[in-house]
């Protein structure tokens, strides 16, 4: 059975558990979902009920591209870095058409929040947050960069402005806890443990229950653009580049965001988790162009022609010296054959004499 199949069928399990009308699933999901099933609901159900003992819901294949931002996560390469980040522009406009006018508005966003900051040092302005309005563009720019989340839009919809605002506002202030840094404070343990719970806190006040629809990754993609020094956004190629598998939850979130941390680290300069997060999401976009060269796999090639190369001079040294062993051990033979000859020639005057 297909899984977009199975999908179906569980999603189709756990709505009738709150709908008991064909008619109320109906507006839930999609057409083609329910044109395979009987118009009873007694049959949808005992049909869903059935395949659920057989069937699991898995996650689809892994995600195009991963493979290149692991590559590029181990590079230490400033160059390839900068150079892979340049080309998020052209990325964003093949993925999808309105996703380099929403990131613009992302950007805005940001600088918002930044000059609310700026200013904040000679008064005391009102705590920053996101409106309704705000919020629903940065999943929209969400779902464009990744996969969109159709089913969720009833769910974000229904949140009231005041909801929105305050708990936002909470995790806003919970992050000003860590004064804001050009790079990623240093990785003594204490001082991580701190970063490690003020992040959890601040993920943990954003996707509250409060707030329908809003999990780690949605809450993700604000606070990054809050505290980018702090937050990478949870991308399918990152998560799945570091946890090894798209699972969409707290502790999944604060590991990607530390394997981001660590390298805006060492990375240094003004590299920080998200801009870290940016690159690696353009890398693995890149890897599935094919006028585009994927700088991961030429970087990785030409250190292996380089060791390619001291091999071969090794190799050859190794076959002059061979050369020289063999015309060294060749002398002697050639003296031997000589001395044999001597003494040929003197048993033939020899068997000579003896016969005058």
Excluded at 278 to 292: I, K
Excluded at 332 to 347: F, L, Q, R, T
Aim: proline content about 4%; glycine content about 4%; aromatic content about 6%.
């Amino acid at each position: 059975m297909p899984a977009w199949n199975r999908i179906n069928i569980t999603r189709t399990t756990i709505l009738l558990c709150h709908y008991t009308t064909s008619t109320a699933a109906a507006s839930f999901l999609p057409h083609t979902t329910i044109s395979r099933f009987s118009s009873s609901t007694c049959s949808i159900t005992a049909l869903a009920l059935s395949a659920d003992k057989h069937t699991t819901l898995k996650m689809p294949k892994p995600r195009p591209g991963v493979p290149a931002a692991v590559r590029l996560a181990k590079l230490d390469d400033h160059q390839v870095w900068t150079k892979i980040e340049s080309q998020y522009p052209e990325m964003l406009a093949l993925k999808h058409k309105d996703l380099t006018r929403l990131d613009q508005f992302c950007d805005q966003l940001a600088n918002k929040w930044k000059n609310q900051k700026s200013k904040a040092k000679a008064t005391k302005p009102k705590s920053s947050s996101i409106t309704k309005d705000e919020l629903i563009q940065v999943i929209e720019w969400k779902f464009a960069k990744g996969k969109a989340r159709p089913m969720l839009w009833k769910q974000i919809q229904s949140n009231a402005e005041a909801a929105v605002q305050e708990a936002s506002c909470r995790a806003f202030e919970i992050v000003d806890q860590l004064p804001t840094q050009q790079q990623p404070a240093s990785s003594s343990s204490t001082t991580t443990t701190t970063i490690t719970a003020i992040i959890k806190q601040a993920v943990e006040a954003l996707s509250s229950k409060d707030l329908k629809g809003i999990g780690p990754a949605t809450a993700s993609a604000v606070l990054s653009l809050y505290r980018p020094d702090l937050f990478a956004f949870m991308d399918d190629e990152v998560l799945e580049g570091f946890v090894g598998e798209r699972k969409y939850t707290l502790q999944a979130y604060l590991d990607m965001n530390e394997e981001c941390l660590a390298l805006a680290r060492r990375l240094g300069d003004d590299w920080t988790p998200r801009r870290v997060g940016t690159a690696l999401w353009t890398a693995a976009r890149l890897s599935l162009c094919e006028d585009r060269v994927d700088l991961t796999v030429s970087t990785a090639s030409k250190g292996g022609k380089e060791d390619k190369g001291k091999k071969k001079e090794k190799d050859a040294t190794k076959t002059e010296k061979d050369a020289k062993k063999r015309q060294s051990s060749s002398s002697p033979s050639k003296k031997s054959k000589d001395e044999k000859a001597d003494n040929g020639g003197k048993d033939v005057r020899r068997s000579k004499r003896r016969k005058t």
